[in-house]
Every structure is written in structure tokens, then in C-alpha cells.
């Protein structure tokens, strides 16, 4: 009888050490696909999920946001404070484009993945989250100085068969988007 005891007591303990470790490997998968500062999804989670639509046969618009002049506001206002704006802008974007995904490229970039949602759609709403970016009043907590507009500029591509194409077609319509004034956002429709 106490030898079965005991041999509960490990099964049992066991048990806990083996859920621990789930947990632990569950936070691990998590952290891996998951940008720390804001929450959303990486680079990693978007390529993986862009792929899976691709493979589902699901049409989609992809979009690539880029924060204007956002090393501005690291210099004026420092990191801290630049941090914080990212959150907003991820924040914003999130709640605008909902229930579409929203994922942290790296830096100040973000990438809007819309599926079953043909260009002039995602257009809308690309258009409707920058709106909404821009009229939020950021100011620096500390001294309630007003940051000013926060901007981004975008490029809208559509996927058909291969997400890295979609996603270099956004950005280069992105930095046509910078290179023609900033805040603003360029999709060219098919001929």
C-alpha cells in the first residue's frame, strides 16, 4: 500500500511537471509568433497564415502600412514615447480593420491581411484606419506636449498564388505611396 502511494505521488507529480512544460511550450509558440511591444501577430504568424489562405484558395488583399516620419518622433521624443505610438497605431488599425489581421512587420511597418476582400474593399478600408490614425491626438504623457499627426502611407496588393509577391507589390506601392507625399494610399487596380 505504500509503495502505491508513493507510486501516486510521482504519477501525480508527474502530471504537474508535464503541464508545466505544456504551458512553458505553449508561451514559447506564442512569443514565437507574436511581436512583443504591440501584441500582434509577427512576420512569422503573417507569412504562415498569408500561406494558409493561399492554400485554402481564399482571394485576399494584402496591405503594407508604414508609420510617416516615425524616426521624428524617436528623435524629438525619444523611444519611450515612440513605443507608445507604435501601440496606438497597432491599436487603431486592429479595431479599424476588424476581423481582418493585423501583424507587426518590424519596425514601424504593419501589414493588413484581408481575406475575401477584393481591392476597393481593402481600399475603404485601409483608407478608413488611416483616417482614424491621423485623428487620434497622441501627446506625451509626462508633459501633455502634443506629438502632432500621426500619419502612415500604404500599398494594397492583391494575392493570388504567391504571398512574397503580394507583399513586395504592397511595399513598392508603399514607398510610391512615400515617395508621392506620405499619407496616403495607392492600390493600382488590374488593366
Same mark, same amino acid.
Given at each position: 500500500?505504500? #509503495?502505491? +502511494?508513493?507510486? !501516486?505521488?510521482?504519477?501525480?507529480?508527474?502530471?504537474?511537471?508535464?503541464?508545466?512544460?505544456?504551458?512553458?511550450?505553449?508561451?514559447?509558440?506564442?512569443?514565437?509568433?507574436?511581436?512583443?511591444? $504591440?501584441?500582434?501577430?509577427?512576420?512569422?504568424? *503573417?507569412?504562415?497564415?498569408?500561406?494558409?489562405?493561399?492554400?485554402? @484558395? $481564399?482571394?485576399? +488583399?494584402?496591405?503594407?502600412?508604414? *508609420?510617416?516620419?516615425?524616426?521624428?518622433?524617436?528623435?524629438?521624443?525619444?523611444?519611450?514615447?515612440?513605443?507608445?505610438?507604435?501601440?496606438?497605431?497597432? !491599436?487603431?488599425?486592429?479595431?479599424?480593420?476588424?476581423?481582418? *489581421?493585423?501583424?507587426?512587420?518590424?519596425?514601424?511597418?504593419?501589414?493588413?491581411?484581408?481575406?475575401?476582400?477584393?481591392?476597393? $474593399?481593402?481600399?475603404?478600408?485601409?483608407?478608413?484606419?488611416?483616417?482614424?490614425?491621423?485623428?487620434?491626438?497622441?501627446?506625451?504623457?509626462?508633459?501633455?506636449?502634443?506629438? @502632432?499627426?500621426? $500619419?502612415?502611407?500604404? @500599398?494594397? +496588393?492583391?494575392?493570388? +498564388?504567391?504571398? !512574397?509577391?503580394?507583399? #513586395?507589390?504592397?511595399?513598392?506601392?508603399?514607398?510610391?505611396?512615400?515617395?508621392?507625399?506620405?499619407? #496616403?494610399?495607392?492600390?493600382?487596380?488590374?488593366?
Amino acid at each position: 500500500i505504500e #509503495r502505491t +502511494a508513493d507510486m !501516486e505521488r510521482r504519477l501525480a507529480e508527474t502530471r504537474r511537471e508535464t503541464e508545466k512544460l505544456r504551458q512553458d511550450l505553449d508561451a514559447a509558440r506564442d512569443d514565437a509568433t507574436r511581436d512583443a511591444l $504591440t501584441n500582434l501577430p509577427n512576420r512569422r504568424a *503573417i507569412d504562415r497564415k498569408m500561406q494558409s489562405f493561399v492554400d485554402e @484558395g $481564399t482571394p485576399l +488583399a494584402v496591405a503594407f502600412c508604414d *508609420i510617416d516620419h516615425f524616426k521624428s518622433i524617436n528623435d524629438r521624443f525619444g523611444h519611450a514615447v515612440g513605443d507608445r505610438v507604435l501601440k496606438a497605431v497597432a !491599436e487603431t488599425l486592429a479595431q479599424t480593420v476588424d476581423p481582418h *489581421i493585423v501583424g507587426r512587420f518590424g519596425g514601424e511597418e504593419f501589414v493588413v491581411v484581408l481575406p475575401d476582400v477584393d481591392g476597393d $474593399t481593402a481600399f475603404a478600408l485601409i483608407e478608413k484606419a488611416r483616417a482614424a490614425v491621423g485623428a487620434r491626438v497622441m501627446k506625451v504623457r509626462d508633459t501633455d506636449e502634443q506629438i @502632432g499627426q500621426v $500619419t502612415f502611407s500604404a @500599398g494594397i +496588393a492583391i494575392c493570388n +498564388a504567391h504571398p !512574397e509577391d503580394a507583399l #513586395r507589390e504592397a511595399d513598392n506601392l508603399l514607398y510610391e505611396a512615400k515617395n508621392s507625399g506620405r499619407n #496616403r494610399t495607392i492600390y493600382k487596380r488590374a488593366a
